[in-house]
């Protein structure tokens, strides 16, 4: 069983809920107001997933507000198919945001307007450099800025100059305008930061209303006050800016005054969670799409058989703090393996066939033997498997020659069956080349479900499916996407595992013809596996799985 008991000491020891249990008790906020601000350039994620459960939650908890609000300023970079994955996603994690989905565009007019109390205030100005002057002017680390020589313009100047670059009279990029804070601040953001930028670009929302569009961190302080935001949460990265978001918010005429904290952003070994890298790996086609099951988006992971609960399990484990941090892949693994171990159908696959072939059995043999679909939840039924002359094991549960710890079919030696009887393997059948064809066995026919009467110890069991009555299926192996647990740099590229996926084909058991995508199967042995609805070949004979995830410990097979 999932804990709910992670959920609550999410709550408790992550140190933005103690921030905002604590304004709730001094009586700074009675109404907590959070936002999930993702902009539409790409499929959600699990860092997004650590993002909103910490927002939703947040709000839920203190029977608050949680807003979703596509962060749609740059016009070039959104997509449709974005905003509607955006929310298919988080409604399949369970949640619901507070009235209408809000748009930053939705505030671009009093946004402008902010901007013209900036300019009257004399605290913002058209500078007319080029893109380059700006950035050399801008200084280092190291080196403090310039002022540019547009800098000390008259308030009335730069009120004519946004006006025509608004009415669409400069070409792109001739023209900004520009916050008037310091240039010689130890922090480059404070160097006369742009506020506004021409773009001739048509916006999905706004259409061709614009062609000046404001800036993420100018957009962003606004658009918190605008909807009441108690507690705005971004992660790391933007800790410098939130000087530049306190002092647009120190210089403007609001109603209310939100405030930023930040997190450490989620990483994840073996993968990346980097929405432009993403498209990267998408467009030079090393992974299919946004939601190719091996990648760390919500719509992948979904694909590939992750539950909405497991994910939830995984981001109320790891917690919320400010240590930059690098999650094993196997922490993900264990939830979604603690909840399919409850829901998971247990049944035989075969993933590489070998044929056995019963020497003491009648050609025409067919037993049915009725197992459970779960060993300890009898509610959940049976099914009904078939034990034949021919029989497939898996290729590597078979040697000619093993020591005893090889717990597996050996040449003159005993295995059990998996719900079913013991075999002894005779003689082995080979190709020219010495390639196993198959191999020759007798059952032991007293040993159905029971041990043999004469007391000798057989160890080890292994899983098969019947040679006549079975399923043809495909089997989806993922594996991880990187053989690198830290691939975020530039050259991530270098790092990609070939044997990403290996696709096996096999056979499971003939009651499988009633299969459903949305079931859960464990395949003994093997791990836990879904049914893919993005294969159309999921025809009555011939199925496909995705492996979700290996079984505990079974490090043994690939
Ligand atoms: P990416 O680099 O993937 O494009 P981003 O930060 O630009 O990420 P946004 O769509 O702007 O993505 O993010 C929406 C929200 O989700 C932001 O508040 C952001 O801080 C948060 N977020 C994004 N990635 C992560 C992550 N890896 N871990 C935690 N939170 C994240
Ligand atoms: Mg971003």
New binding site residues.
């Given amino acids: 069983m999932l804990k709910n008991i992670n959920r609550i000491k999410f709550y408790k020891n992550n140190f933005i809920f103690k921030i905002v249990n604590n304004d709730i008790i001094s009586g700074k906020h009675n109404v907590i107001r959070t936002r999930?601000?993702?902009?539409?350039?790409?499929y959600?994620?699990?860092?997004?997933?650590?993002?909103?459960c910490?927002?939703f939650l947040l709000a839920k908890n203190y029977n608050g507000f949680c807003n979703l609000r596509i962060?749609d300023s740059n016009p070039t970079k959104i997509k449709k198919k974005y905003i509607s994955s955006i929310k298919r996603d988080i409604k399949w994690l369970g949640f619901c945001w507070h009235g209408k989905i809000k748009y930053s565009s939705d505030y671009f007019d009093q946004i402008y307007h902010y901007a013209l109390e900036l300019i009257d205030k004399g605290l913002a100005y058209v500078d007319r450099m080029s893109k380059i002057d700006i950035k050399k002017f801008r200084g280092t680390l190291k080196c403090l800025g310039k002022d540019s020589p547009y800098r000390n313009q008259s308030i009335k100047e730069n009120k004519y100059l946004f006006l025509k670059m608004k009415e669409g009279e400069f070409p792109e990029g001739s023209a900004c305008l520009r916050a008037k804070i310091n240039m010689k601040s130890s922090s480059v953001i404070m160097r006369d930061p742009i506020l506004y930028r021409i773009k001739f670009a048509y916006h999905n929302q706004t259409g061709n209303k614009w062609c000046i569009y404001p800036m993420y961190d100018f957009t962003h302080c606004i658009s918190d006050a605008l909807e009441g935001i108690t507690h705005s949460?971004?992660?790391l990265?933007?800790q410098e800016n939130r000087e530049l978001y306190n002092w647009i918010l120190d210089n403007i005429t609001t109603n209310f005054r939100p405030k930023q904290y930040e997190?450490?952003?989620?990483?994840l070994q073996y993968t990346i969670?980097?929405?432009?890298?993403?498209n990267t790996l998408i467009t030079k086609g090393i992974v299919q799409n946004w939601d190719d099951p091996r990648l760390p988006t919500l719509s992948g992971l979904r694909r590939l058989g992750y539950t909405a609960k497991s994910i939830k399990e995984f981001c109320y484990r790891i917690g919320v703090t400010k240590q930059s941090n690098n999650i094993e892949i196997s922490t993900l693994e264990s939830c979604i393996r603690e909840d399919l171990e409850n829901k998971a159908i247990r049944t035989m696959a075969v993933i590489n066939p070998l044929l056995i072939i019963i020497e003491n059995l009648p050609e025409k043999h067919e037993e049915i033997i009725t197992v459970l679909n779960h060993p300890k939840k009898l509610y959940m039924g049976t099914h009904e498997i078939i034990f034949s002359k021919k029989i497939y094991i898996d290729y590597s549960d078979f040697r000619e020659i093993a020591d005893n710890n090889y717990k597996r079919l050996v040449l003159g030696k005993e295995i059990r069956l998996r719900n079913s009887y013991i075999i002894k393997a005779n003689f082995v059948h080979k190709d020219k080349d010495g390639n196993i064809i198959s191999v020759f066995c007798t059952y032991d026919p007293n040993t159905l479900h029971r041990n043999p009467k004469d007391g000798r110890k057989i160890s080890g069991v292994i899983h098969w499916v019947s040679a006549i009555k079975n399923i043809k299926a495909k089997f989806y192996l993922y594996n991880k996407l990187f053989n690198y647990k830290n691939p975020s740099g530039k050259n991530f590229l270098y790092y990609i595992n070939n044997n990403s996926l290996i696709i096996s084909r096999g056979f499971v058991e003939l009651w499988m013809i009633n299969a459903k995508c949305g079931e859960y199967y464990q395949f003994e042995r093997e791990g836990y596996f879904c049914m893919d609805n993005n294969y159309i070949k999921n025809t009555s004979n011939n199925l496909s799985f995705n492996r979700i995830a290996k079984l505990k410990n079974n490090k043994y097979r690939f």
């Fill in positions: 999930f601000p993702p902009e539409p350039n790409g959600l994620h699990i860092g997004h997933a650590k993002s909103i910490l927002n962060d949460l971004c992660t990265e933007f997190f450490s952003r989620l990483n969670t980097s929405k432009r890298k993403i």
